[in-house]
T-cell receptor, first 110, second 114 residues
Framework: QQQVKQSPQSLIVQKGGISIINCAYENTAFDYFPWYQQFPGKGPALLIA?????SEKKEGRFTISFNKSAKQFSLHIMDSQPGDSATYFCAARNTDKLIFGTGTRLQVFP | EADIYQTPRYLVIGTGKKITLECSQTMGHDKMYWYQQDPGMELHLIHY???????EKGDLSSESTVSRIRTEHFPLTLESARPSHTSQYLC?????????????FGPGTRLLVL
């Protein structure tokens, strides 16, 4: 019940396209859902986050869609750029601890 | 950019050696964390701390130990390294309240045990 399931494992998108990464959870006690971006050789960095009382949050080209009843949330990257190529992790918080998804390796080709 | 530092960045060591991975942050954060991550894979929480003299085990069983004598410092020690400890170790910190949900990560230490 502590798991966060993330898909796809890898994603290839052409420059200018839309990248979509999905996550699902079971534990209704999760109260905060961040997305982290990790470049090779670096630690993860917070990209965008949402609370379960909001259905959507947008920051620039990045949007989180949250479906509380389905216990699913997704990251949409609009106008994907080669610089977006990285590994993306969804996460869910339960009592100060983050549970991470398995990661999605995104490659954006010019 | 977050001010959290990890040393060494890379470490190759023989089986049975004792090692300490260093983590320091200059943000005054009370909460600190250690994660284990195999390349490109998910992060597993192995230790965390709410402040000085506070340490807790995470969700993933680990043979490592941690200490928190100073707010800014959260070292991780392996008493006897084994090949199964080969992985990347990430340190993170966050503050209470406000933007406390954000965990700031260091660059990681990549450990190879021969």
């Amino acid at each position: 019940q502590q798991q966060v399931k993330q898909s796809p494992q890898s994603l290839i998108v052409q420059k200018g396209g839309i990248s979509i990464i999905n996550c699902a959870y079971e534990n209704t006690a999760f109260d905060y859902f961040p997305w982290y971006q990790q470049f090779p050789g670096k630690g993860p960095a917070l990209l965008i986050a949402i609370r379960p009382d909001v259905s959507e949050k947008k920051e620039g080209r990045f949007t989180i869609s949250f479906n509380k009843s389905a216990k699913q949330f997704s990251l949409h990257i609009m106008d994907s750029q080669p610089g977006d190529s990285a590994t993306y992790f969804c996460a869910a918080r339960n009592t100060d601890k983050l549970i991470f998804g398995t990661g999605t390796r995104l490659q954006v080709f010019p | 950019e977050a001010d959290i530092y990890q040393t060494p960045r890379y470490l190759v060591i023989g089986t049975g050696k004792k090692i300490t991975l260093e983590c320091s942050q200059t943000m005054g954060h009370d909460k600190m964390y250690w994660y284990q991550q195999d390349p490109g894979m998910e992060l597993h929480l192995i230790h965390y701390s709410y402040g000085v003299n506070s340490t807790e085990k995470g969700d993933l069983s680990s043979e490592s130990t941690v200490s928190r004598i100073r707010t800014e410092h959260f070292p991780l020690t392996l008493e006897s390294a084994r090949p199964s400890h080969t992985s990347q170790y990430l340190c993170a910190s966050s503050e209470w309240g406000g933007r406390g949900e954000t965990q700031y990560f260091g660059p990681g230490t990549r450990l190879l045990v021969l």
